[in-house]
Structure formats: C-alpha cells, structure tokens
C-alpha cells in the first residue's frame, strides 16, 4: 500500500516521463514538480524501487523511469507515450496533459450529472471554475463538456460537472454511403442530366472525363440554373468542381472532417482500388447521428 507522498512521486514521474517522451526523469525535476526537496525525492525513489514500480537508469543523463507494474498500480491502463487524448481548457488546448480514463460517477440526477477524470500530466495548472472540454476518444470519439469543480493532486484526478456528452459512432462511411448508379459528361443538357436524377432518385451525379472525376452535378446546381432561365446550359457550364474525395473505410468522424474542411455537401468515395464506389451526402451524416442518438 503506497503512502500519498509515493503516490504523488510516482504519478510525478509518469507525468515528467510522459513530457520528456520517454526519458529518464532525474530526482531533481520531480521534486521542482512537488515543491519538495530532491533529497526526500531520492529516499522514497529506493522504496519505489524496491516495490518494482520504477527502474533506475545510471549514466550522466540517467534518472528514473516508471514501469508497466506503476501504471498498474496507479490504474493507468495505456502508455501515455503511445496514446493522447486532448484537454482543452477554456477553449486552449493543453499539450502536455491528457486524459486516462473517465468515470461518469452521477448519471442518475437531472442537472449534476459527473465525471471522475484521471488525467496523465500536470493538474495544477488547472483551476476551479475553468471550462474544460475533453476528447475525442481515440476508439468512440467520445468528448466530454463541463466545468472543474475538484481537483486531487494526489490521484492527479479532477470532478468534472458535466454540461455535454457526444460520442460519434465509430463506423466506416461506406455504411452511409449510396451506389453511384449513374455518371455524366461536361456536354450533356440540362434536361438529361434532370431526367437521369429523377430517372435515379439521386441528389448528385458525378462528371467523369477519360474516367477521372472532374466535378459533380448536384440537385441546388439544377435549380440554379432553372432559376436563371438557363435551360440550353451544358454540364461544363454549371457543375461544381470543389469536389471531396474520401475512401470508403474512412470513419464517419473522418469524413465529417473533411465535408467541414473542404467546405461541401457531399463526398465522393473510392474503393481500395481506386474506383468511385458511392456518395454520401451531409444529409446522410446527419440522418445516421440523429438515429443514433434517439
């Protein structure tokens, strides 16, 4: 059983570890973290030792480094060298602090629902009352929204009041996406390329060229043209050549990147192959995240 001073020290050294990425840690560094002096730093790094919670290094440059058995005992379940999971505080990210595991402790009252979040780095930068948001998850893009209301040094844990929970399904876009049934050309009319989406039941035809994609036609460009009278107007004339291209094994928070990046409403995906092999649309998205959550 660790004294709170050795659980303090070991969870010093995890974090120090972690920022120096993966070096040894010299005594001297843990105890400028701790406010303590390197002498009872080095005194209680023996004990440590002993229990097989940290490895010494010899050499000039040597220090401390944690062990798998310290992760264990701090119930720290990833290598913090491996894996990062952002905290942003007050809309700022914070690169030298991520997050290890949460734990929801009160779910059940209406307006207080907590989380419990174990946090690998440097805590006392942080403060009470700060907005902190959470994630994603590296596996369920699950973030988290709330407001710092505890905060223990010791454990390296902070209470967080939770105000927003969002987790993206984590499923590969081609789940959403529908079969390109049909293509075009930069000559083809108006009216053909109305009568194929109606033909079709589609919102968008992609314009393919010597089979590469050069654009797409969308349902808003046929309006638009109607709207100005432009019924003689060919398919060069008014389809829309900011396209977005993703792979169809892409995740779904993925391909929500990029429609936002690229400033579209619609993805075109290719196969492993290269071959366009669907679309998806922004509507798609949001009709798969409105049945997930309901």
């Known amino acids: 059983m660790l004294t709170s001073v050795q659980k303090e020290i070991l969870q010093s050294l995890i974090n120090l570890y972690r920022k120096s990425k993966c070096t040894s840690v010299k005594c001297e560094s843990i105890a400028d973290l701790m406010g303590r002096n390197a002498g009872t730093i080095r005194n209680q790094m023996q004990s440590l030792r002993s229990l097989g919670l940290v490895q010494g290094v010899p050499g000039p ?117 529908t079969p390109i049934k049909c293509t075009i050309n930069y000559d083809m009319s108006l009216t053909e390329v109305s009568q194929l989406m109606i033909e079709h039941n589609v919102k968008g035809i ?47 928070m993925h391909s929500m990147d990029t429609l936002y990046q690229n400033d579209v409403s619609m993805l075109v995906l290719v196969n492993k192959d290269g071959k366009l092999s669907g679309m998806v649309t922004f509507t798609d998205v949001l009709r798969r995240l409105v049945s997930f959550t309901s």
């Open 61 to 177: 440059r040597g220090g401390y480094k944690p062990t798998l058995e310290a992760y264990h005992t701090l119930n720290i379940e990833n290598d913090p060298c491996e894996i990062h999971v952002p905290i942003y505080v007050n809309g700022n990210s914070i690169s030298d602090i991520s997050v290890n595991k949460i734990e929801f402790t009160n779910i059940l009252r209406p307006g207080a629902c907590e989380a419990t979040i174990s946090v690998l780095g440097d805590i006392k930068q942080l403060d009470l009352d700060n907005q902190i948001k959470i994630g994603p998850t590296p596996v369920n893009n699950l973030t988290v929204y709330g407001t710092i209301i505890g905060r223990d040094d010791v454990d390296n844990a902070l209470l967080l009041k939770t105000e927003a929970i969002i987790s993206i399904p984590n499923i590969q876009i081609k789940e959403l996406s």
């Open 206 to 252: 992609p314009v393919l060229v010597d089979d590469e994609i050069k654009g797409i036609v969308k349902y808003s460009d046929i309006m638009e043209m109607i709207a100005q009278n432009k019924f003689d107007a060919k398919v060069k004339d008014f389809m829309d050549e900011n396209i977005a291209i993703a792979k169809e094994t892409n995740t779904l």
